[in-house]
């Protein structure tokens, strides 16, 4: 196989007229991406948005973003205050890696400038230190049995009341039809894999038909780095896969005729019939929501809860890589780990 060849991104050359600078830091940022930047729209975009967000702690704690306020000190207490932050949920709200990206950004940033102009008290990110970040889930966000329930049960009610419209003056007050295109059993049938198999989204694209062995109740999925990954689904979740099978899917393979397990509708004049990740979690934020389930829940929400629920059932590492596919036990092994709730829940019982 050949070696991947190494992209380079070729410099600007473009001569940086410090001198034109009143020592904004606003200005330098405008001079750092019109010289010396040279990464993807899509990379720029972010590097911006983290070095505003440092510059609007500075504004908050300072009200000035100059470049000699800019300190070691100041670095540190930004970066402590980004751990510290936490959103109503009780979760952080910016995770160990988005603060390593963060600081890596002001880093490059930081040491530009200092060789322009050097900053009074020093070069203010040349000592900070990355986070250790290891291999932790966020089994915080997994969804939880009261939770899965809910949405298997809004997954139910997409038969009778999904895709219709609310407003019952506009139809004499009678049942509204349902929308073209919509796809209920089908809908309900993505949901229930994603919750009774622990699949990650972008393998419920992969999963086509011939995968399910209906005997052994297995779906074989092409995960990511090639490797071929079984999931034991439960009679539950078979069982809706089964009704969308023989309600819906039909109609939509005539028009297809791919391989696909879960197909857009036939009415859709764009594609080749295989779902996105992105409809996946168009699917999966609808029933959710008209479960009343929190918004933080995300299709991998149901992953982490599948990893939780085989842990405390078995207390076995094995039966959750085994499920989940890690190739590495200690992603497995993160499930056996209690979460905030549960520790706050153990304390009041004392």
Known sequence: MPAKAVQIATPKNIPVPVGEIHDDLRQWIDLYFATQVTTSPRSQKEQKRDLQ????????????????????RISRDF????QNTFSED?????????????????????????????????????????????????IERALTKQER????????QLLLVGGRSRDRCRHGG?????????????????VYTLIETGMRRTAITRLNLVDIDFDRRILSVVE????????PISRQGLAAIIDYIEQERGEDLEKWQN????????????????????VINTVWNQVRDFAGVDKDKTP????HGMGVFIMEKTGNVAAVQRQLGHKNASFSLQYSRITNDELKRILDER
């Open 300 to 303: 991998h929400s149901a992953r």
């Open 79 to 82: 970066l402590t205050a980004l």
């Open 90 to 138: 009780g979760l952080r709200k910016w995770s160990d890696r988005t603060i390593n990206r963060l600081t890596a950004h002001l880093k490059t940033f930081a040491k530009w400038i200092h060789q322009h102009r050097p900053f009074p008290l020093g070069q203010p990110m040349e000592k900070i230190k990355m986070l250790s970040v290891g291999n932790q889930l966020e």
């Open 174 to 190: 009678s049942t509204p039809p349902q929308r073209k295109g919509f796809r209920p059993y089908r809908n309900r049938a993505i």
């Open 259 to 278: 391989h696909a397990l879960f197909l857009s509708p036939a009415s859709n004049p764009h594609g080749d019939g295989r779902l996105t990740p992105k």
């Open 224 to 231: 990511k780095g090639g490797s071929v990954q079984p999931y």
């Open 149 to 156: 329930n809910r949405i298997l049960d809004a997954a139910d």
């Open 53 to 72: 967000l440092f510059l609007r702690y500075l504004q908050q704690e300072f009200t000035n973003t100059f470049r000699s306020t800019w300190s070691p």
